[in-house]
């Protein structure tokens, strides 16, 4: 585990996998997200239809497309330049999106109090300074806004985690271990790429976005639908235990 590996070279790992993460994505993500995070983020945010919403690590911009077909209007933010050239070549002119390059724990380019909602889907594992991020959305959001966002669940997906199997391959039992480690860990995300992802215990979150000023206003560990387990039966498995939490947050 490499604790003192930060921004710099999480941005350069973003920008050389740019192409592969994109090409897993298409209008609704990629499996994860329209089983678990699309739902759960939709029912959450509710009827926002025509708010100025950011996309905060927008990433190849499949969720703020989602939005802003809904009638939103959409900045989205992502410190990968390439993620961002491939964005906007996705994005019809036709839609309400302004797609910015810029780190989400410095948006100074952006105005207090701009935002109704701020989305961040399965990006604060990633990033080096997660207390920032929590400063920065709370800036950014008007007063009584919404910062809605997904991580993978820190108590069952930590540097070490992972299934305990028989020898012809049955899944015995989750494992997890180095809980309380807190900083930067590699994933191997298929072929040779790895990426940064950055652990903290779920006390650490929870006190970083209270100390921010956030009210906890919803909390999510999202499960298959039934109609997602009829199109997609092996999903079955995740009754076991979440790979992803989704918090509602508040700013009053
Ligand atoms: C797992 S991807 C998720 C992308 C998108 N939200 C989605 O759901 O498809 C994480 C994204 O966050 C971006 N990212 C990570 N840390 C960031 C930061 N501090 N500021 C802006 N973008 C960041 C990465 O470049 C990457 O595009």
Redesign the pocket.
């Known amino acids: 585990m490499k604790k003192s590996i930060g ?1 710099e070279e ?2 350069e790992r ?2 050389r996998y ?1 192409d592969t ?1 994109s090409e897993s ?1 298409a209008e609704q ?2 499996l994860h ?1 329209e089983v678990f ?1 699309n739902p759960t983020l939709l029912s959450l945010i509710g009827k926002e239809s025509d708010k100025k919403i950011l ?9 703020s497309r989602i939005l802003a077909k809904s009638g939103a209007h959409v900045t989205a ?4 330049k390439k ?1 961002i050239e491939i964005a906007r070549k996705r994005t019809s002119p036709n839609l309400s999106i302004d797609y910015r390059h ?4 410095d948006l100074n380019f952006l105005e207090n109090e701009s935002f109704d909602l701020i989305v ?5 594992q ?4 997660y207390e920032k ?1 929590f400063k920065e959305m709370y800036r950014l959001l008007l007063n009584n806004g919404s910062f809605i966002f ?1 991580i993978l669940h820190p108590c069952f997906i930590t540097p070490v985690s992972g299934w305990e199997k028989k020898d012809d391959g049955e899944k015995l039992h989750w494992n997890v271990d180095q809980y309380f480690y807190e900083g930067a860990y590699e994933q191997r995300m298929g072929g040779q790429e790895k ?1 940064l992802l950055f652990h903290r215990t779920l006390t650490s979150y929870v006190n970083a976005f209270l100390k921010a000023g956030f009210t906890l206003e919803g909390l999510v560990e999202p499960k298959p639908s039934e109609e997602m387990l009829n199109k997609y039966p092996t999903f079955e498995e995740d009754f076991r235990c979440p790979d992803f939490i989704v918090f509602k947050l508040k700013k009053r």
Do not use: P, Q, R
């Open positions: 921004t999480a941005i973003w920008d740019a993460y994505h993500g990629d997200k995070l996309d905060a690590g927008c990433g190849e911009g499949y969720f933010v992502d410190y990968s993620m810029g780190n989400c724990e961040s889907n399965m990006v604060i990633d990033l080096a300074n991020v997904s990426i």
